[in-house]
């Protein structure tokens, strides 16, 4: 009577493929992952921007409120990306950089936080400069 079934050489020849496809396929795929949550960054410093400029033109400054007092990035927009996270499930934290003495330019940044610390932050001024960790771009080779 003939038995039915894998063998054992079967079963580990299925199990080197499928490790080899993983080898391949997390590391692109984590690098997926890693680009959407910079790009999320990037559109949020975007709006942002568009807020904080919102806020000059009612209040006739970047950095304080319609009293004088200092404002955070929570005042005008919100703080963490994605919107809603909290703790480590922040990608990004937003912020206004203090600019000094001068009220007529800011600085915003996103921080990198969580799953993307270590990667770099982003920041963005008030007369249209980007940078990324230390390269004056918002992508990887400029």
């Known amino acids: 009577?003939?038995?039915?079934?894998?063998?054992?050489?079967?079963?580990?020849?299925?199990?080197?493929?499928?490790?080899?496809?993983?080898?391949?396929?997390?590391?692109?795929?984590?690098?997926?992952?890693?680009?959407?949550?910079?790009?999320?960054?990037?559109?949020?410093?975007?709006?942002?921007?568009?807020?904080?400029?919102?806020h000059y033109a009612e209040t006739g400054s970047y950095e304080k409120d319609s009293d004088g007092n200092k404002i955070s990035a929570d005042d005008i927009f919100y703080s963490e990306i994605p919107q809603g996270a909290s703790g480590a499930d922040r990608d990004y934290i937003l912020s206004?950089?203090?600019?000094?003495?001068?009220?007529?330019?800011?600085?915003?940044?996103?921080?990198?936080?969580g799953a993307m610390a270590g990667d770099g932050d982003f920041s963005l001024s008030s007369t249209g400069v980007k940078a990324w960790g230390s390269t004056s771009c918002w992508e990887k080779s400029c």
Do not use: C, W
Request: aromatic residues 6%.
């Open 96 to 113: 206004i950089e203090d600019s000094g003495t001068d009220d007529e330019t800011y600085l915003i940044k996103a921080t990198a936080n």
């Open 1 to 54: 009577m003939k038995q039915q079934g894998f063998t054992l050489v079967e079963l580990l020849v299925v199990v080197a493929i499928i490790g080899v496809i993983s080898a391949v396929a997390m590391p692109l795929y984590k690098e997926h992952v890693d680009n959407a949550r910079r790009s999320q960054a990037k559109g949020a410093l975007v709006a942002f921007a568009t807020r904080i400029e919102r």
